[in-house]
């Protein structure tokens, strides 16, 4: 089995009592062929290991210095920690071999020597590798990679991080023809679709595909509460003190919430129920990088008994010790929870222990889905999209950073690239015009000249200071406009969005990072803090919501449908639904049930559509306008994940007009044009693309001069040149991650062939959870928030009630 490996590969492993697995064998026989490779195991297969076994191999059998081994993280944190997981073999088998990390927090002298004496084997990031791409020497650099491994690819393909990384691996490829590339995951439902991307120019035949065996099936559980499943909410914490017990009951637990926001209420509810006094930490992505290392370590050493996470830590780090993970609240989709689970035990041989906790009664029916669908080996479909336009043009940017760029090169290269296949050579010459000028509305200012074209046609930077713009500057992730909350001392705690300080004056408390802090005074800058003991507010972050699944969303449909299943829920879960089913109607899984009522004076439409609140949030603005033109008088509209309540001074006797599928054409483009999603979308834009920059040589821009600065370019590429290249690239943004468009367009669909209305004399039970959300949006006191759960108990006794 290991007589073909270099004797200390072979030492090592017996020294571990292990064994090569097959998937670990296959991708050594995929290497030796000199294949492309997606390997999917589950968590603790030893993945990371089998995508690096081959190099080090080489390496031993044929030592040599520069770079030969290039790893991609979607996370610093990965990086660093995979870098330690790696040292550890090297160093126990004597091998000369350098590891380094190279992401946004590497110190500047350190870059300066990777890029002149790299290390035989880089980790870094899609943002670090592109950067290190804009550089002239990046073809020295690069000249003898052998492999490229990209790890947790699920992560980042589909998305604008995986636009950019597909490009540099093109860019690569041109570099180093026989480079091979390697991608590894734990949670992909349709290998082909990432064989297709990770392969150049989107031959997914040449990748070869390499299937771990099975693990063990998870120690995957659903809590029930103490008291009653809650009628809405959607954190989980009323089970606070039961979550207490579970991590006294285990050495370490990870609980994770869905947002920021969640987990500092999270936190909050944890410690007032900590008579213990167990040793709880938090970790989110807003925290400063000092306090995230800070609780890295604590749970490294095992100081630590539970921490509060978000996504900040649900990818792929091996924390050793976590023997139980908690999901609060329901965890949307089905990969989502399957990665969650793997970071406990981390272990393939040995089940994964992790329990969820539903927030409210439709949430109970979302974590049976998710529960079902992981113990059935299901996975979440990703939906693959064409390469952003933003994304090429900083691209495009760096390599003319690099040295003068040919145009048919660069076409031939880019295609070679799957998300843009599509791309045509005037496409190409728009894109070229765009970063050397901005575009023909904006060519008269002199900023936005940042290329000029040599007699030979090829295009080169028109200064130097473009290039260090560029470096300052690039990146895909584009946060909401944020200020540093710092102590007096000039301690740094975190970032907070910009409108949420808006909202706050001196003396205002909020709770970050575990603690109750005080504003003393604040400017454009930051907010000066100090620490108090007196309860707070929550701090809200902007951004869109996870939404559930389509494939969890069509699990819940069969659930309402299947009274069958019904045992399988909390009795009050059971209840609620039989009263449905007996007051008014449970939907069939293709059918699209409204409901309409009077309730406190107003006259309400509830959609049970279950397509997440992105196109839930979309359609209610759709609807009230159309409702608006046609006299219907509504005055709002709430939803969740699997609801849409609008209500209103006049009854919707007939919803089927509403639901045409013209809502698309003319109401949604009138609406987004008309709203602030189509500024927002351009301002993210307007700064991947480099249009404009966030930072400058020793200062960086506030979150309201770029908003500023592009509202202004907005308007003038409004009206002077509506057919920009960024404009159309802002309108498939908002299209596609602010308003989830095409989950709506399968809405409407499905309304135009299956819309059921039931009117009724009163609310059902069904509509409660959704309704009482209304009101509650902005909630920030207790007394309130007590005084609207009396009436949600009153709700609830008027929809329970039968006929």
Known sequence: ???????????????????????????????????????????????????????LIDLIDRPREGLHSLYISPLKALAVDVQRNLLTPIAEMDLPIRVETR????????????????????????????????????????????????????????????????????RLQSIRPQLRRVGLSATVAEPDAFRHWLAPGGAGETVRLVEGEPGAPPDLSIL???????????????????????????????????????????????????????????????????????????????????????????????????????????????????????????????PSKAILIPGNRFEYLEAQAAYDAVMAGERDAERFRPG???????????????????????????????????????????????????????????????????????????HPRFAQQHRLNAGIIVDQPAIDIRFANGRKLGTVEEAFAATLAPG?????????????????????????????????????????????????RQFLADPSQWDRFPHDVHEWLAMQAVRSVLPRPDQLLIETFPHEGLHHMVVYSFEGWNAHQSLGMLLTRRMEERGLKPIGFVSNDYALAVYGLEPVRDPAPLFSADILDHEFIDWVEESSLLKRAFRDVAVISGLIERQQPGARKTGRQVTFSTDLIYDVLRRYEPDHLLLKAAWADARARMTDVGRLGELIDRAAATLLHVQLERVSPLAVPVLIMIGRESVAQRATEDALLIQAEELARVAMTPD
Not at 11 to 34: S, Y
Not at 124 to 143: G, I, K, N
Not at 513 to 540: D, F
Request: with cysteine; hydrophobic share 40%.
């Open 103 to 170: 992401t946004g927090d590497t110190p500047s002298d350190r870059k300066a020597r990777q890029r002149a004496r790299p290390p035989q084997m880089l980790l870094t990031t899609p943002e670090s590798l592109s950067l290190l791409l804009s550089y002239p020497d990046a073809e020295y650099l690069f000249a003898g990679l052998d492999t490229v491994i990209i790890d947790e690819i699920h992560a980042f393909a589909t998305e604008k991080r995986g636009d950019l990384l597909s490009l540099s691996l093109s």
């Open 1 to 55: 089995m290991t007589a073909d490996l270099p004797v200390p590969i072979v030492r090592w492993f017996a020294g571990r009592g292990w064994g090569v697995r097959r998937h670990q064998r296959d991708m050594l026989e995929a290497a030796r062929r000199g294949e492309h490779a997606l390997l999917v195991a589950p968590t603790g297969a030893g993945k990371t290991l089998a995508g690096f076994l081959p190099s």
């Open 508 to 556: 205002d408390r909020f709770f970050f990072s575990g603690m109750s802090l005080e504003v003393i005074r604040q400017n454009e800058a930051e907010l000066l803090v100090k620490a108090s003991t007196k309860s707070a507010t929550i701090p809200s972050w902007g951004g869109t919501r996870m939404a559930m699944s389509t494939h969890l969303a069509g699990r819940v």
């Open 388 to 462: 952003a336009r933003d994304v090429l043009a900083q691209h495009v940017m760096a390599l003319a950073c690099a040295g003068p760029i040919d145009p048919d090169q660069l076409l031939a290269e880019v295609r070679g690239a799957a998300p843009y296949a599509w791309l045509d050579r005037a496409q190409l010459d728009d894109m070229l015009q765009f970063v050397s000028t901005g575009g023909y509305a904006l060519r008269a200012y002199d900023r936005f000249q940042r290329l000029v074209r040599e007699p030979n046609g090829n295009w080169r930077i028109a």
């Open 224 to 350: 029930i509460p103490e008291g009653r499943v809650p009628w809405s909410g959607h954190s989980g914490v009323y089970a606070a003190r039961q979550v207490i017990d579970i991590i006294a009951a285990h050495r370490m637990t990870l609980v994770f919430c869905n947002t920021r926001s969640l987990a500092e209420l999270t936190f909050q509810e944890l410690w007032s129920q900590n008579e213990e006094n167990l040793p709880i930490g938090i970790h989110h992505g807003s925290l400063s990088r000092e306090a995230r290392r800070k609780v890295e370590a604590a749970m490294a050493d095992g100081r630590l008994r539970g921490l509060v996470a978000t996504a900040s830590l649900d990818l792929g780090i091996d924390w050793g010790d976590v023997d139980c993970v908690v999901q609060m609240g329901a965890p949307k989709g089905s990969s989502r929870l399957l990665q969650r689970i793997g970071r406990a035990n981390h272990r393939m041989d040995e």
